[in-house]
């Protein structure tokens, strides 16, 4: 079955700390890896996205890894703000056959920045 | 004002009440698409559409119903509202799907909270 799990669940750290989260998944044949950060009452905003021969990517303090051999993703935030905190959602696109596609959402890692 | 929006934002009703929530964006985006989301779950999709007049079921569709007459809008219907389906809806749209990247990035709506008492 295609599943994407994050861990953790939810994380608390201090403004100016740096954060990892960690999206695994099962999902075959890839197509690409998204991650979405999305605010509180507020729908998810694309940070990043990474394709099958991609290996790190950045966008300002957020930086995304990807395995593809092992199919495990990250994202590392860098001198957090109290801005950062939301939900970030991993999202990977796969081929459900031919030329359809289809997308498998994680639950999500709940991130609150503390001052 | 560009982009996509949803309405209403909150909206409470009663069990068996039919309910319409609306999506209407600006980019002339060829996918629409509807998901829910509770806690406990990923982001669901339960319907989306190609392009106006094609619709397709997502992976939770039961108890909704789509239309799409128009490119820009695709409101999403509940003929009798149950207690389960209590959730967050959300709107989004791309300007593809199946094709590369970025045309396959989906644009969210800012939700709808809808309680069924």
């Known amino acids: 079955k295609n599943q994407v799990e994050q861990s953790p669940q939810s994380l608390i750290i201090l403004e100016g700390k740096n954060c990892t989260l960690q999206?695994?998944?099962?999902?075959?044949?890839?197509?690409?890896l998204r991650w979405y950060k999305q605010d509180t009452g507020r729908g998810p905003v694309s940070l990043t996205i990474m394709t099958f021969s991609e290996n790190t990517k950045s966008n300002g303090r957020y930086t995304a890894t990807l395995d593809a051999d092992t199919k495990q993703s990250s994202l590392h935030i860098t001198a957090s703000q109290l801005s950062d905190s939301a939900s970030y959602i991993c999202?990977?696109?796969?081929?459900?056959?031919?030329?359809?596609?289809?997308?498998?959402f994680g639950k999500g890692t709940l991130l609150t920045v503390n001052p | 004002d560009a982009g996509i929006t949803q309405s209403p934002r909150y909206k409470i009703t009663e069990t068996g009440r039919q309910v319409t929530l609306m999506c209407h964006q600006t980019?002339?985006?060829?996918?629409m698409f509807w998901y829910r989301q509770d806690l406990g779950h990923g982001l669901r999709l339960i319907y989306y559409s190609a392009a106006a007049d094609i619709t397709d079921k997502g992976e939770v569709p039961d108890g909704y119903v789509v239309s799409r007459s128009k490119t820009e809008n695709f409101p999403l219907t509940l003929e009798s509202a149950t207690r389960s389906q209590t959730s967050v809806y959300f709107c989004a749209s791309s300007e593809g799907f199946a094709g590369p990247f970025p045309y396959n990035e989906q644009f969210f709506g800012p939700g709808t909270r809808l309680t069924v008492l």
């Open positions: 980019w002339s985006h060829s996918y």
């Open positions: 999206c695994n998944y099962t999902v075959s044949p890839f197509s690409n």
């Open positions: 999202v990977v696109r796969f081929n459900s056959g031919g030329s359809n596609y289809k997308l498998t």
